[in-house]
């Protein structure tokens, strides 16, 4: 029973991700989806569901229920329910294999992108290309690429993540030629798109891949790990220093200029004088900067939370010496100081969270211990 009861659970998580991965499919598409916090609702149900059908040790149980507790203050502090779903997502993937988690990701979401872009293309659906008036103040309206993504900048992004997630699926086979191959094909879509945070992250992240390739012996090595939750810290405290001084001398204001404006919008919607420990329901605005829309939306105490809960996923990387991992964290961190890809209401754009979710356990230290249902919980705090 217990067996069929396990089969039935990865059924729900399984159903939940590709309802997920649907959502942000269509959200990079034309269509507005009428239905989106309708199908929020029914993925957060099926988690429920699943968590309601595994076993969790009782140190599981009560990390599981600080989590929701965070995520309900968030809740009633701003009316998001983000953190309330990624809680249950996260803990709804006990027992479940991250690599075929991921793989699924990366396939669904290929499929879904290149018939997006077909779509395009044969003329039946989405737009080709947008004008974008006075771009980078060229004075003169300019056409980009965009394939049926919407906007040329999303392109480009659904390129940089897909891009990410098959180094960390591949990551052992991956040879310096595949990468070059494909920074070929980003400096071709940079022709299509203009757009230079897209081109430089995928390049960026080519070129982390390839050191890792020429030297794989990188991955037993400290200070690598050393240097990458420093690399995560350093993102996030950038990220703060520019929402409380703004853009307006120095490196900064070259920076915005180089960005196209993405520091300056994102100081005056969302700059640290509108933070608070668990935001308000009025910080609504949409701007680029990641992180700074990180506390923006839900304060100081949930963005720091998330920022040591990366910190604790480097770790693990270091302990388990998976330098896959870490890349992902690290690519994740130093793309979300520009862009606010990962920081949004949809949980599979996020891939360090499907990370988290098939090593919650393990990243905080929970260690093994007698498991039970929730109904089980008593006999779990006897034991």
């Known amino acids: 029973m217990e067996e069929k009861i396990k089969k039935v659970g990865g ?21 507005i989806n009428p239905i989106e916090g309708q199908l929020f609702r029914l993925t957060f149900a099926l988690c429920a569901l699943k968590i309601a059908m595994t076993k969790y040790s009782l140190k599981e149980w009560l990390v599981m229920a ?7 203050i968030s809740y009633f502090a701003t009316e998001r329910n983000e953190i309330i779903r990624i809680v249950a997502f996260v803990a709804a993937a006990k027992d479940i294999n991250l690599k075929n988690v991921m793989k699924t990701t990366f396939y669904v979401t290929l499929a879904g992108v290149v018939c997006l ?30 394939i049926g993504l919407g906007h040329p900048n999303a392109l480009h992004c659904m ?20 990468l070059l191959l494909l920074e070929a094909a980003n400096i071709g879509l940079y022709l299509l798109t ?24 990188l991955k037993e090595k400290r200070w690598v790990y050393v240097l990458g939750g420093l690399t995560v810290l350093g993102c996030v405290f950038f990220s703060v220093v ?43 605005n949409y701007f680029d900067m990641g992180f700074m829309r990180l506390f923006y939306w839900y304060g100081f105490i949930p963005g720091a939370v998330f920022v040591l809960v990366n ?42 969270i499907l990370l988290l979710a098939g090593t919650w356990s393990e990243v905080f230290l929970l260690g093994h211990g007698t498991e039970g249902h929730f ?5 779990l705090f006897q034991k």
């Open 11 to 31: 059924v729900l998580f399984y159903l939940t991700l590709l309802i997920e991965l649907g959502i942000v499919i269509v959200d990079k598409s034309a269509y």
């Open 66 to 72: 600080a989590f929701l507790a965070l995520g309900a």
């Open 117 to 146: 872009m077909g779509l395009s293309i044969l003329g039946i659906y989405g737009k080709m290309t947008i004008v974008d008036g006075n771009f980078r103040g060229a004075g003169a309206p300019l056409e980009r690429y965009c």
């Open 159 to 178: 390129f940089w993540a897909l891009t990410t997630l098959g180094i960390y699926l591949y990551f052992e086979r991956v040879k310096w030629y595949h």
């Open 194 to 217: 203009l757009s230079r945070t897209g081109m430089i992250s995928v390049t960026f992240t080519l070129l982390a891949a390839l050191i890792f390739s020429l030297a794989p012996s």
């Open 242 to 284: 520019i929402a409380k001084y703004g853009y307006h001398q120095g490196p900064f204001s070259w920076m915005d200029r180089f960005v196209t404006g993405r520091v300056r919008w994102g100081y005056f919607y969302g700059n640290i004088n509108m933070w608070s420990l668990f935001s308000v329901p009025e910080n609504i």
């Open 311 to 352: 910190c604790l996923q480097v770790f693990w990387s270091y302990r388990k010496k998976d330098a896959a991992a870490l890349l992902m964290v690290v690519l994740f961190a130093v793309y979300t100081v520009f862009e606010a890809h990962a920081v949004s209401v949809y949980l599979a754009r996020n891939y360090v």
């Open 375 to 379: 109904w089980q919980v008593k006999k």
